[in-house]
């Protein structure tokens, strides 16, 4: 018998810490260090320019809250979007090798994700105060109040100063998985507004790493390639800066959804099911990928891979899919409602967004190029005509989503675009978005939209929506001057990414496919 030893976790270590100091010499590491160096200044000037609590004790006393007024705002602020434009430039730089066919593995992407992640583990929220309605709600529920019946008003504490005015009397919009989570955390450290915001960024850490794990198996699954889709929706500034530095529950939801249909892809439909119900627990969203996995669930029963080898008429596939999939559902659901001892209430809060204004959505910027242009010959009643874009958009969802999902049925790859458009068409259709819901989409399609003219494109959409809004969580939609700044980096990145590299224009680069029909 051969003595050769086999190897074993306790070497698992040094190997590891071996490439990275390999991965760390080469020249492909140096987009990770620099992405570092902007972490690091995003969470420097994150202490004044952030969203920051109304009043920091720790600021004061380390004599730190002159950051947060007059020229030490400035300085904050320039740090801080310093830091941005160094993420950004060091993405495309790594996007480039990418999009140029040059051998990126997926070490290097992780590796990269990590130096890139480390510094913001440590900031306050960026982008986004949403961290801190996320806390309040959790402490309703901790102290015996239903956050589905009552808004954060009404449990008066230390949290909820620091809750968004718009926020602070609405009854909470997420899934009983979420709010758990919420007073898990407040449980652990109370009304410790920093310590909450901590504990909750690294509760996000799993949605995360689950992303990490499911994108590139999906990609391969449907013929793309790891690192493009790693790009896209791991390394990709909003997951990064919005997702984990803004502390948002996105992260939660689409690494448990993007997880499921990885399972349900390798022919394991019933716990794929299950995370994208667990998802749909976190925020309803994750819900529009189901319908599509029924047709995969449907085909694995046809030709005989799960759960007989003889495969099932069409009509009785579709019905054992369809049934199991609704019975899982409900059992998660009733699972996580009981342990959260809450019922479905959080439905009736999802009408909440109406409150937000924003160009993001098309039923929003039609009202306000309405309002703008046709303002300036006739009175215009803004608010009435949002009402009637937004009753417009919801029906344009209604009519899509039904046709997207008889429309997309015939393989995986289809199903998987089914979910990416009918994300898309939500993101865009909806009464109102925020930054952070098109990396719903983004997700999704991160396996399919691997060409050159589909990852540039990613690059100057994600850049638009990075630079449009600011760190303290406004948004600079209605200043020319900063949405013309923001078109002008996006158009950068784009054409970054999109033009050819002179020096490898005779090369061959790996094929990949595109996002198309």
């Given at each position: 018998m051969s003595s050769t030893p086999t190897p074993t976790r306790s070497g698992a270590l040094p190997r590891h810490l071996s490439r990275l100091r390999e991965f760390s010499t080469?020249?492909?590491?140096?987009?990770a260090l620099l992405g570092c160096l902007g972490a690091i200044l995003i969470t420097a000037g994150g202490l004044g320019a952030g969203s920051t609590r109304l009043h920091d004790p720790v600021l004061e006393s380390l004599h730190l809250s002159w950051l947060r007024f007059g020229h030490g705002l400035v300085v904050s602020s320039v740090l801080l979007w310093g830091g941005v434009a160094l993420m950004l430039f060091a993405w495309l730089w790594l996007g480039r090798r990418v999009v140029d066919g040059r051998d990126v593995s997926e070490y290097t992407m992780l590796a990269t994700t990590g130096f890139w992640l480390l510094p913001l583990l440590l900031s306050v929220p960026v982008f986004s105060?949403?961290?801190?309605?996320?806390?309040?709600?959790?402490?309703l529920l901790r102290?015996?109040?239903d956050p589905y019946l009552v808004g954060p008003i009404e449990n008066p504490n230390d949290l909820l100063d620091n809750v968004s005015p718009i926020w602070t009397t609405t009854t909470a919009p997420y899934g009983p998985a979420f709010i758990l989570v919420a007073k898990f955390v407040t449980i652990l450290v109370g009304d410790n507004v920093i310590a909450g915001t901590m504990v909750l960024r690294l509760c996000m850490l799993p949605g995360l790493a689950l992303l990490i794990w499911a994108a590139p198996r999906i990609a391969r699954h449907v013929g793309g390639r790891a690192a493009p889709a790693l790009w896209i929706c791991v390394l990709?500034?909003?997951?990064?800066i919005h997702l984990m530095g803004g502390v948002h529950n996105e992260m939660l939801m689409v690494g448990l959804m993007m997880a499921g249909i990885a399972l349900t892809f390798a022919r394991r439909p019933i716990p794929g099911v299950a995370l994208v119900a667990i998802a749909v627990a976190v925020k309803a969203t994750a819900g529009l990928a189901l319908p599509f996995l029924v047709w995969v669930w449907m085909r694995d029963l046809r030709e005989g891979r799960s759960p007989k080898k003889s495969g099932y008429r069409p009509l009785a596939a579709f019905t054992i899919a369809t049934a199991a999939s609704v019975a899982i559902f409900v059992a998660v659901f009733a699972v996580?409602?009981?342990?959260?001892g809450v019922g479905l209430g959080w439905l009736t809060a999802l009408a909440g967004s109406v409150k937000i204004i924003n160009w993001l959505t098309i039923p929003t910027a039609v009202a306000n190029l309405t309002n703008a242009i046709g303002g300036l010959f006739f009175p215009v009643n803004f608010y009435a005509v949002l009402e009637v874009t937004r009753i417009v958009g919801i029906g344009i969802i209604a009519v899509s989503l039904p046709v997207l999902w008889w429309r997309y049925r015939h393989d995986d790859r289809?199903?998987?675009m089914g979910i990416g458009w009918a994300m898309l068409v939500v993101c865009l259709?909806?009464?109102?978005?925020?930054?952070?819901y098109y990396t719903w989409p983004l997700a999704v399609i991160s396996g399919l939209a691997q060409s050159r003219a589909s990852i540039a494109a990613i690059a100057g959409f994600s850049t638009w929506i990075m630079v449009i809004f600011k760190p303290d969580g406004s948004h600079g939609m209605y200043s020319w001057i900063h949405v013309?700044?923001?078109?002008?980096?996006a158009t950068a990145a784009w054409y970054s990414l999109y033009r050819t590299n002179p020096a490898r224009a005779g090369e061959t680069s790996t094929p990949s496919p595109a996002l198309d029909g």
């Amino acid at each position: 018998m051969s003595s050769t030893p086999t190897p074993t976790r306790s070497g698992a270590l040094p190997r590891h810490l071996s490439r990275l100091r390999e991965f760390s010499t080469a020249e492909e590491a140096r987009p990770a260090l620099l992405g570092c160096l902007g972490a690091i200044l995003i969470t420097a000037g994150g202490l004044g320019a952030g969203s920051t609590r109304l009043h920091d004790p720790v600021l004061e006393s380390l004599h730190l809250s002159w950051l947060r007024f007059g020229h030490g705002l400035v300085v904050s602020s320039v740090l801080l979007w310093g830091g941005v434009a160094l993420m950004l430039f060091a993405w495309l730089w790594l996007g480039r090798r990418v999009v140029d066919g040059r051998d990126v593995s997926e070490y290097t992407m992780l590796a990269t994700t990590g130096f890139w992640l480390l510094p913001l583990l440590l900031s306050v929220p960026v982008f986004s105060r949403d961290t801190y309605s996320y806390l309040a709600q959790g402490a309703l529920l901790r102290d015996g109040l239903d956050p589905y019946l009552v808004g954060p008003i009404e449990n008066p504490n230390d949290l909820l100063d620091n809750v968004s005015p718009i926020w602070t009397t609405t009854t909470a919009p997420y899934g009983p998985a979420f709010i758990l989570v919420a007073k898990f955390v407040t449980i652990l450290v109370g009304d410790n507004v920093i310590a909450g915001t901590m504990v909750l960024r690294l509760c996000m850490l799993p949605g995360l790493a689950l992303l990490i794990w499911a994108a590139p198996r999906i990609a391969r699954h449907v013929g793309g390639r790891a690192a493009p889709a790693l790009w896209i929706c791991v390394l990709n500034p909003l997951v990064i800066i919005h997702l984990m530095g803004g502390v948002h529950n996105e992260m939660l939801m689409v690494g448990l959804m993007m997880a499921g249909i990885a399972l349900t892809f390798a022919r394991r439909p019933i716990p794929g099911v299950a995370l994208v119900a667990i998802a749909v627990a976190v925020k309803a969203t994750a819900g529009l990928a189901l319908p599509f996995l029924v047709w995969v669930w449907m085909r694995d029963l046809r030709e005989g891979r799960s759960p007989k080898k003889s495969g099932y008429r069409p009509l009785a596939a579709f019905t054992i899919a369809t049934a199991a999939s609704v019975a899982i559902f409900v059992a998660v659901f009733a699972v996580l409602s009981w342990l959260a001892g809450v019922g479905l209430g959080w439905l009736t809060a999802l009408a909440g967004s109406v409150k937000i204004i924003n160009w993001l959505t098309i039923p929003t910027a039609v009202a306000n190029l309405t309002n703008a242009i046709g303002g300036l010959f006739f009175p215009v009643n803004f608010y009435a005509v949002l009402e009637v874009t937004r009753i417009v958009g919801i029906g344009i969802i209604a009519v899509s989503l039904p046709v997207l999902w008889w429309r997309y049925r015939h393989d995986d790859r289809e199903a998987l675009m089914g979910i990416g458009w009918a994300m898309l068409v939500v993101c865009l259709f909806v009464p109102a978005a925020l930054p952070w819901y098109y990396t719903w989409p983004l997700a999704v399609i991160s396996g399919l939209a691997q060409s050159r003219a589909s990852i540039a494109a990613i690059a100057g959409f994600s850049t638009w929506i990075m630079v449009i809004f600011k760190p303290d969580g406004s948004h600079g939609m209605y200043s020319w001057i900063h949405v013309g700044l923001a078109t002008a980096l996006a158009t950068a990145a784009w054409y970054s990414l999109y033009r050819t590299n002179p020096a490898r224009a005779g090369e061959t680069s790996t094929p990949s496919p595109a996002l198309d029909g």
